[in-house]
């Protein structure tokens, strides 16, 4: 379980990342992903399993490839 947790975390940390990287906000984010702000929150505290479906819209909201978005999650 702490092992999912890590992997759940450094997702979100990746994400906030790159959001703080394009100058957004989580809202913005969120709107650009076509998702909910408390959603993203949750994203980036490492609380959701993303799907890979959200993942795709994540990657494009963030204008990054799937594979710069996942680079250092493993």
Do not use: C, P, W
């Not at 947790?5 to 394009?22: C, E, H, P, T």
């Not at 479906?53 to 490839?65: E, G, H």
């Amino acid at each position: 379980m702490a092992t999912n947790y890590i992997l759940l975390k450094k997702f979100g940390d990746r994400v906030q990342s790159l959001r703080n990287q394009a100058g957004i906000s989580q809202e913005k984010l969120a709107e650009l992903a076509e998702m909910h702000r408390t959603y993203i929150s949750g994203i980036e505290r490492g609380e959701r399993n993303v799907s890979l479906v959200n993942i795709m819209r994540l990657a494009n909201a963030l204008n990054v490839s799937v594979s710069k978005l996942m680079k250092g999650i493993d």
